[in-house]
């Protein structure tokens, strides 16, 4: 983002939004559990130090955390503040439910912060028109997550770059027009599976989709965005990284510019030479289906080539 402050380390290739206040992390599953200011702050901190562009600020549960609408609410108005007591960088609200951003952005500053991010518009989400409003309202950037389509009312996962491409047609629309955004403003996240386990085509999918955005001049001046560590789910963790590097690789190529990530990885681009991006790229291309065979079945030989990492 053109107004986004920067203290990207050399060599790294994309804006990073630091996710590591999000529950799925130890730390800040102990930080929420003690209601630890000091904790969030610290990785508040860490992130900074480490250049993250932008802090994500996820209060929700997970599969084995509970965590209660009102617990987050009531919050929001101690974490927010203190935050920004200890950065100046812009904070990234990410929640699908309405109320938890107005909370965020009511108590935010922006004049400290710079404006934050609103993580994000779907077609699956209840309230849109309340998102949209809030966006305009409170001059915020926006995530749009454009694996989901519109159909007949309802929302359903895409299977197509083309579903893809014109759910992000559909709303940069919407948001020139209900929330007076700019292209520079939207940040498209086309989607990014777990690759592997992706027996959908979806890692391929988001690459196709990359590339036809980056080809559409109406669409000229979006950011695009995957939640990194999503690639590496499910694998050893002696290889995570440079699984996401890999993607990185391949993703700056079709036109990634930003990642959801974790700045205490060291996230960069691979030599062509490089056994990952090797890999990863014969994977990716064996993920393919041949004519007369199946997405599954390709898939299954993706996974299968992924596994050559583990030895």
Known sequence: MADTPSGRPSGRPVMLIGELINNSFARARRAWAARDITGFQRLAKLQQDLGAEYLTVNLDGTQNLMVRPNEMIDFIPDLIPA????????????????????????????????????????AS??????????????????????????VDGASAQCFSPQDVHRTTREFVEMLHEKSGRENKHIIVDPGLAPVSADTYGLVNMGVDAMRMIRADSELAGVHISVGLTNFSFGVPKHIREGLENAYITIGVESGLDCVLGNP????????????????????????????????????????????????
């Open 83 to 122: 935050l920004q007591e200890v950065t100046s960088l812009p904070l990234a609200f990410d929640n699908p439910w309405v109320d938890y951003h107005q909370r965020c952005l009511e108590v935010y500053d922006a004049l400290r912060g710079g404006p934050p991010i609103v993580n994000s518009v779907a």
């Open 125 to 150: 989400r209840e309230r849109l028109e309340e998102m949209f409003q809030l966006i305009a309202q409170y001059d915020t950037r926006v995530i749009v997550m454009a694996s989901e389509k519109f």
């Open 264 to 311: 205490e990885k060291q996230l960069g681009l691979l030599d062509e030479s490089d056994r990952y991006l090797q890999i990863v790229r014969q994977a990716l291309q064996e993920g393919r289906p041949a004519d007369g065979e199946s997405q599954e079945e390709a898939g299954f030989r993706q996974s299968a080539r992924i596994m050559d990492l583990y030895r």
